[in-house]
């Protein structure tokens, strides 16, 4: 069983940077597809961006194409969404999530997923 532990979040102005981390132990994250996924008050969790285990494949909901880049370093067990551009509405708790190999943007996909960390934007 692998362990998933966020940190990063916090409270960022529009228009600022954020950049999360997810550290994964129990198991080398080297063969796992990753994911991030938030959820905001009233809202279903939704799929945010998604990387292959190899690093090859990246994935992004279309809200934040362009603003959003995922990326890993296998070495270290940690994924990395760095964020730009923040919205208001990207306020929400961001999770992430492990699965076999390839990531997917279903949350009913995943069986490990991390506690969350708060990201709040202000306008």
């Known amino acids: 069983q692998v362990q998933l532990v966020e940190s990063g979040g916090g409270l960022v102005q529009a228009g600022g940077p954020l950049r999360l981390s997810c550290v994964i132990s129990?198991?080398?994250?080297?063969?796992?597809?990753m994911a991030w996924f938030r959820q905001a008050p009233g809202t279903e969790r939704e799929f945010v961006a998604g990387?292959?285990?190899?690093?090859?494949?990246?994935y992004y909901a279309d809200s934040v194409k362009g603003r959003v880049t995922i990326s890993r370093d296998n070495a270290k067990n940690t994924v990395y969404p760095q964020m730009n551009s923040l919205k208001v509405e990207d306020t929400a708790v961001y999770c992430c999530?492990?699965?076999?190999?390839?990531?997917?943007?279903?949350?009913?996909?995943?069986?490990?997923w991390g506690q969350g960390t708060q990201v709040t934007v202000s306008s």
């Open positions: 999530a492990a699965r076999g190999w390839t990531p997917s943007r279903e949350v009913a996909d995943y069986g490990s």
């Open positions: 129990g198991r080398t994250i080297s063969t796992y597809g």
């Open positions: 990387l292959s285990w190899s690093g090859g494949s990246t």
